[in-house]
């Protein structure tokens, strides 16, 4: 390893140094400073991640425990079928997969959960449709396995209804129903009551905590009032409402974009958000609510401000998030980014924290200079892979 690192040290710096042309920002700011600073630009400061913290009353802090608690509980026998085949021969390469699934379904409901209420029972629903007519099926005497889908785009896309609606589309095999371990039916009813228990403790819960302090941080934190902002999210369906929501308050100046979205649109957002485009008198926008389509290719630094109704799972969409705006030739010399937290009443939430501890960790392992104040060779965290949920 160290050989690898000498040869790899010399590569660069006698050969590639010579022959390419790097643009990371440390070179621009070290050895393009004289002509930044002849042209008056300049690469703003980010700024240390705040919180806008939320709780939750005792109502609404028992039922998202039971919620956690079923969570972890469920057998997502509904998409898992071929692990409880009498006959498995013809199926090994395929259980892996099926493995994976319940694993992936699980996420989605932890994802909406984090998100945003109203996602969350829209999700909790399509489950409950789901598992009714996988049963009618089953009681039917014949069930129907979906082809393979890429789950990890769709996860990503946070399109769940897409995934729902394929998971039930592409019919490739089907199978009688006395062919599955006695077992499986009573997984199948037990999951679906406890969905349904759970769905009659959210239909109780008529206000979100969340939201409402996030509309709160709005309309009085002086650092996002009156200022062009971003807010991302995994889901487009909480982008929709939370669109709804805002547009309540702020009227035309809210735009919502997703991967549905028009090219139209995206242009008439770059109208409203890229410095280049100041000259077209179109800046219709102040408040971008959107997906992670946007957090890429596109360029959006007339706003100074990010935030992340929710954290990714995959750390480097926070770093593409804020990219949009960390750009040389913005008039903000300082940019303000925020994540939404909650804070439990009770500690039972076990299963819940660890799952923030994970996401968290990945979040602040990228600023952990600016938020840690610690060297590098001084940064003793716990190891990713120790994690476990």
Do not use: C
Request: glycine share 4%; net charge positive; hydrophobic share 40%.
């Amino acid at each position: 390893m160290k050989l690898t690192t000498t040869n790899y040290a010399a590569i660069r710096n006698t050969i590639l140094r010579n022959v390419m042309v790097r643009r990371t920002r440390k070179d621009i700011t070290e050895f393009y400073f004289d002509d930044l600073e002849k042209q008056g630009l300049s690469f703003p400061k980010v700024g240390t991640p705040e919180k806008i913290i939320y709780f939750f009353d005792d109502i609404t802090d028992e039922v998202f425990t039971q919620t956690m608690q079923t969570i972890k509980a469920l057998k997502y026998a509904r998409y898992t079928p071929l692990i409880y085949l009498k006959d498995q021969s013809k199926v090994k390469t395929m259980l892996i997969a099926q493995k994976n699934m319940s694993g992936f379904m699980k996420s989605i409901l932890v994802k909406r959960l984090e998100s945003i209420f109203f996602a969350f029972k829209n999700t909790l629903r399509r489950f409950i449709i789901s598992y009714e007519q996988f049963i009618d099926m089953y009681n039917n005497g014949e069930i129907f396995i979906s082809k393979k889908v890429d789950v990890y785009d769709l996860l990503d896309s946070g399109d769940d209804e897409k995934l729902m609606r394929l998971i039930e589309e592409g019919i490739i095999h089907n199978y009688k129903s006395n062919e599955f371990e006695n077992e499986y039916i009573e997984f199948l009813e037990k999951d679906l009551s406890m969905l349904k228990k759970l769905q009659n403790s959210w239909n109780e819960i008529t206000n979100d905590p969340k939201l409402d302090e996030f509309i709160k941080e709005l309309k009085t934190n002086k650092n996002i009032k009156n200022q062009k902002i971003i807010i991302f999210t995994e889901s487009k369906e909480t982008a929709l409402y939370l669109g709804e929501n805002l547009e309540n308050i702020y009227g035309e100046k809210v735009v919502v974009f997703s991967g549905e979205s028009s090219n139209a649109l995206k242009k008439a957002i770059e109208d409203s958000f890229n410095p280049k485009n100041i000259n077209k008198n179109n800046d219709k926008y102040d408040i971008l609510i959107t997906t992670d389509v946007l957090a890429e290719g596109i360029n959006l630094h007339r706003s100074g401000v990010v935030i992340n109704y929710d954290l990714p799972w995959n750390p480097t969409r926070i770093m593409q998030r804020v990219g949009r705006i960390n750009r040389v030739g913005t008039e903000h010399s300082h940019i303000f980014m925020y994540i939404t937290s909650s804070r439990l009443r009770k500690p039972v939430n076990i299963f819940l924290l660890k799952i923030k501890l994970l996401k968290n960790y990945r979040f602040f392992m990228i600023h952990w200079e600016r938020i840690l104040n610690i060297s590098a060779k001084r940064k003793k965290l716990i190891p990713i892979n120790y994690i476990t949920i």
